[in-house]
């Protein structure tokens, strides 16, 4: 079993920045992060490998950068030029499993949750 705890969400006003942590207790190979905004569905923002391999959702790519710590076992995720439509309960996800390609974005792909931290953009 793997325990994350995220850390980092705030409000803040558009245009500026926020730095999300995850930390993993346990075995995590990839890790990603989630947001839910009320009302929608939860959608894949970033992920990232032990291999630094990344990837990214179209609508953050440019303004959010990814990172995983291997030796912390910490994820983060770096969100700058912010957006009120980035207000969402951001979750940090992980699965210990390596993809072929990249890491993947597919939401039912990871079976590691935490309990989420809230970004609220004005």
């Known amino acids: 079993h793997v325990q994350l705890v995220e850390s980092g969400g705030d409000s803040v006003q558009a245009g500026g920045s926020l730095r999300l942590s995850c930390v993993a207790f346990?075995?995590?190979?990839?890790m990603a992060w989630f947001r839910q905004a009320p009302g929608k569905e939860r959608e894949g923002v970033a992920s990232a490998d032990s291999e630094r391999r990344t990837s990214y959702a179209d609508s953050v790519k440019g303004r959010f950068t990814i990172s995983k710590d291997n030796a912390k076992n910490t994820l983060y995720l770096q969100m700058n030029t912010l957006k009120p439509e980035d207000t969402a309960m951001y979750y940090c996800?992980?699965?210990?499993?390596?993809?072929?390609?990249?890491?993947?974005?597919?939401?039912?792909?990871?079976?590691?949750w935490g309990r989420g931290t809230q970004v609220t953009v004005s």
């Open positions: 996800a992980a699965v210990n499993r390596r993809y072929t390609r990249y890491p993947t974005l597919t939401r039912g792909e990871y079976n590691y």
């Open positions: 346990g075995d995590t190979y990839t």
